[in-house]
């Protein structure tokens, strides 16, 4: 049973940076393109971002340009960079990846505010 572990969520101000970190318990980086989801209170959880095995990237069209998706394969770790964030950014963002099933991690909570 793969899990993943997510870690470094917190407070942000606006216009500030986080990095978000996940860790898989199995070598998964080189298998299965990793997944970012967030999700606000009240909403459902939206995709953010993801990096193929290949190491390509894509993201939803309001991260654009401020959040950065990486992997660290000697680390076994995938990262998310936010910049600039906005209070709209606040949620919860999880880990993902699509074997036989969709796994997930248990989340991240990030806020933004002043």
């Known amino acids: 049973q793969v899990q993943l572990v997510e870690s470094g969520g917190g407070l942000v101000q606006p216009g500030g940076s986080l990095t978000l970190s996940c860790v898989p318990s199995?070598?998964?980086?080189?298998?299965?393109?990793m997944r970012w989801y967030r999700q606000a209170p009240g909403k459902q959880r939206e995709f953010v971002g993801e990096?193929?095995?290949?190491?390509?990237?894509k993201y939803k069209e309001a991260v654009k340009g401020r959040f950065t998706i990486s992997r660290d394969s000697a680390k076994n770790t995938v990262f998310l960079r936010m910049d600039r964030v906005i209070p709209a950014d606040t949620g919860v963002y999880y880990c993902?990846?699509?074997?036989?099933?969709?796994?997930w991690g248990q989340g991240t909570q990030v806020t933004v505010s002043s």
């Open positions: 993902n990846f699509r074997g036989f099933r969709d796994y």
């Open positions: 199995g070598s998964v980086l080189s298998l299965y393109a």
């Open positions: 990096i193929t095995t290949g190491g390509e990237t």
